[in-house]
C-alpha cells in the first residue's frame, strides 16, 4: 500500500525543493526589510518639521542635500517611500513566482501519486468507488490541498516576517502601547481557530456530495442513450437535481459559517485595533507619546492587520486541506491488484501459447462464488469456444485470464509457467481481449485503433482490412482522422465492434479473447470478418465466448462451462 498522505509529508514534499526555498525564502526576508521601514518615515517627520524638533530622518537629508524648505523635505521622503515600495514589489513578486513553482510541484507529485495508485489498483477496487468519486478527489480535493501549499509556503512565511518585523519596531517605538495590539491578535487567532474546528466537517461533508453528484453525473451522461431509450431521462435528471441541490444546501452552510468564522474575527481585529488607537491618543495627551510617534504606530498596527488576516486565512485553509487529504487517501487506501515479477516470458519466439487452469475460483465480493474449482487445458494454436448460460461466468472467465480481476484461489499457467512467475504485464502484453461492448475514446479513429502506440498507416489499413472496415474508413474525407465522438456515438454499434478487433489486431498477441464481439454484427459482414480472421489466428491460440451458431462451430473444441 502506498503510503498515506498527511500534513507532515505535504512539508517533506516542499522541503525536498532546497534550493528554490533557499531562493524564495531569501527574496522574501529582503521584501520584508524593504517595505519595513516605509510606515515610519513620513509620520516621523510630523515630528521633525511641524513639531521642529528635528531627528534621523531630516539629518540623513542634509547629509546629501542642502534643502531649504520644509516641502522638499516631504517630497524626498514621500520619493523614497514610493521607490522602496516599488522595489518590495519587484521581490514580493519574485518570491510568489518562486513560491507558486514550489506549490505547483507539490500539488503535481500529489497527483501524480494518486495515478499511480490507480495504474496499480485492483479492478473490483475501482468499480465499487466509481469513476465520478475518482476524479473529484483527483479535482476538488487536489485543488483544495494546492490552496493550503500555496498559502503555506508562500504567504505565511512572508506573513510572519512581517509580523516579527513590525512587532520588532512597534517595541522599540513604544513597549507598552506595542504590548496592546500584540497581545490582542493572537487572541483573536485563537477564537477563530477554535470556531472553524467545526466548520472544517461542514468541508468534509460538501466534498463528499460534490463526489456523489459527479459520480451520478457522470455515469448518467455515459448512459445517457440508454437512459432515454428507456424513457427514464427524468427519473435520473431528478436524481442528478437532488444531488444537486445536496451540494447547494451543504456549500450553503459551509460557506455561511466559514465566512461568519472570518468575519467575527476580523471584527475582534478591528475592536482591538480601536482599543488601540483610544489608547494611544490617551498616551499623546498625557505627554507619554508623540503624535508623530502615534501615527507610525497606528500604520504599522495597520499593517499588521494583513498578517493577522492570512493567518487566520491559513487556518481556514489548512482544516479544508485535513478534510481533502482524508479524502484524497480513500484512493490510496484502495487495494492493489497483485504484483508479480517477471521471471520468465513463455510467450518469447513463439507464435501461440497454451492455456490451463487448475481449480480456479473466483468470487466478486469474497462470499459468492461465480467461479467454482475450474480445470481447463488449451492446447497451443487451439480454437476453443466457450458456451453456457447467461450468468454462468462466461465473460469472467475471460477477464481472470487476462488479469483484471485475481483468482480467489487456483492456478493459471501460461505454456506451463504460472501467471505469478510471468506477471500481468506481459500477460495482457500478448493476450488480446475484444470486448462485446468496447469503449471509445472521444478522439479520432487512428488514436482509438492505436491508443497512443506508434503504427504505420499500412499496419492499421492492414487491420482494417481483416475486421472489414477498410472501406468504411478509406470512404471518409478525413479517414483515420475522423472524430468517433463520445463512445464512439458516430459509429454502429457492429462498427465498434470491428474497430476493437482492429484494435487487438494491430498488437499483434499470442493469445487472442473474443467475448461476443461480433454479437452486433449481420450474417454476411460476419462471415467475411470470421473468414479474414482464419487465416490471421492460423497460428494463434483463440478463445470465443459466444452464442452464435457460426462463430461455434469454427471452433476446434467446446467447452460448456456449466459442465465444468
Do not use: C
Amino acid at each position: 500500500m502506498f503510503s498515506m498522505i498527511n500534513i507532515q509529508s505535504i512539508f517533506q514534499e516542499i522541503i525536498k525543493h532546497k534550493k528554490v526555498l533557499l531562493l524564495a525564502n531569501s527574496v522574501a526576508i529582503l521584501s520584508t526589510l524593504v517595505v519595513l521601514p516605509v510606515a515610519l518615515l513620513l509620520p516621523l517627520l510630523i515630528d521633525e518639521i511641524i513639531l521642529g524638533k528635528g531627528g534621523l530622518i531630516t539629518e540623513t537629508i542634509d547629509k546629501y542635500f542642502t534643502v531649504g524648505e520644509p516641502m522638499y523635505y516631504i517630497l524626498i521622503v514621500l520619493l523614497v517611500t514610493m521607490g522602496l515600495k516599488a522595489v518590495g514589489l519587484l521581490f514580493s513578486l519574485l518570491h510568489i513566482r518562486l513560491f507558486t513553482k514550489i506549490s505547483k510541484e507539490v500539488t503535481y507529485t500529489i497527483r501524480k501519486r494518486l495515478l499511480n495508485h490507480l495504474q496499480v489498483v485492483s479492478m473490483r477496487e475501482y468499480d465499487l468507488l466509481g469513476s465520478g468519486a475518482v476524479s473529484s478527489k483527483i479535482i476538488t480535493d487536489v485543488e483544495t490541498v494546492d490552496k493550503f501549499v500555496a498559502s503555506s509556503v508562500g504567504e505565511v512565511v512572508v506573513e510572519v516576517l512581517t509580523l516579527i518585523g513590525v512587532s520588532i519596531v512597534l517595541l522599540i517605538l513604544n513597549w507598552q502601547l506595542a504590548l496592546v495590539i500584540l497581545l490582542l491578535n493572537p487572541i483573536t487567532i485563537f477564537v477563530f481557530l477554535r470556531a472553524f474546528r467545526n466548520v472544517a466537517k461542514m468541508k468534509k461533508r460538501e466534498n463528499e456530495s460534490i463526489e456523489t453528484f459527479q459520480n451520478t453525473l457522470t455515469e448518467s451522461l455515459e448512459l445517457y442513450n440508454q437512459i432515454r431509450v428507456q424513457n427514464r431521462e427524468k427519473h435520473f435528471l431528478e436524481t442528478v437535481d437532488t444531488q444537486a441541490k445536496e451540494i447547494r444546501d451543504r456549500s450553503y452552510l459551509f460557506g455561511l459559517k466559514s465566512e461568519v468564522a472570518l468575519e467575527f474575527s476580523r471584527l475582534l481585529v478591528f475592536y482591538s485595533h480601536d482599543i488601540f488607537k483610544a489608547i494611544g491618543i490617551f498616551m499623546v495627551l498625557i505627554g507619554m507619546l508623540t503624535i508623530g510617534k502615534m501615527l507610525a504606530i497606528f500604520s504599522y498596527a495597520w499593517v499588521l492587520m494583513r498578517p493577522v488576516d492570512k493567518l487566520i486565512n491559513f487556518i481556514h485553509l489548512y482544516f479544508n486541506a485535513k478534510s481533502s487529504i482524508a479524502r484524497l487517501n480513500e484512493i490510496l487506501e484502495l487495494e492493489k491488484e497483485p504484483q508479480y515479477e517477471e521471471k520468465v516470458n513463455p510467450f518469447e519466439n513463439r507464435t501461440s501459447a497454451s492455456i490451463r487452469l487448475k481449480d480456479v475460483s473466483f468470487s466478486y465480493d469474497g462470499s459468492t462464488e461465480v467461479l467454482k474449482n475450474i480445470n481447463i487445458e488449451i492446447q497451443e494454436g487451439e480454437k476453443v469456444a466457450i458456451v453456457g448460460e447467461t450468468g454462468s461466468g462466461k465473460s469472467t472467465l475471460a477477464q481472470i485470464l487476462i488479469g483484471l480481476y485475481p483468482i480467489s484461489s487456483g492456478e493459471i499457467f501460461y505454456n506451463e509457467h504460472e501467471i505469478k512467475e510471468v506477471g500481468y504485464e506481459k500477460i495482457r502484453e500478448n493476450v488480446g481481449f475484444v470486448l462485446q461492448a468496447p469503449l471509445m475514446f472521444n478522439d479520432s479513429l487512428r488514436f482509438n485503433l492505436t491508443l497512443g502506440r506508434a503504427y504505420s498507416d499500412e499496419l492499421i489499413y492492414e487491420a482494417l482490412k481483416v475486421a472489414q472496415l477498410f472501406d468504411f474508413v478509406n470512404g471518409l474525407e478525413n479517414k483515420l482522422d475522423t472524430i468517433v465522438g463520445k463512445n464512439g456515438t458516430k459509429l454502429s454499434g457492429g462498427q465498434r465492434q470491428r474497430l476493437s478487433i482492429a484494435r487487438v489486431l494491430l498488437d499483434n498477441p499470442k493469445v487472442i479473447i473474443f467475448d461476443e464481439s461480433t454479437s452486433s454484427l449481420d450474417t454476411e459482414t460476419e462471415t467475411k470478418l470470421l473468414k479474414a480472421l482464419d487465416k490471421y489466428v492460423k497460428d494463434k491460440t483463440v478463445i470465443t465466448i459466444a452464442h452464435r451458431k457460426s462463430s461455434i462451430e469454427r471452433a476446434d473444441r467446446v467447452i460448456d462451462i456449466n459442465m465444468l
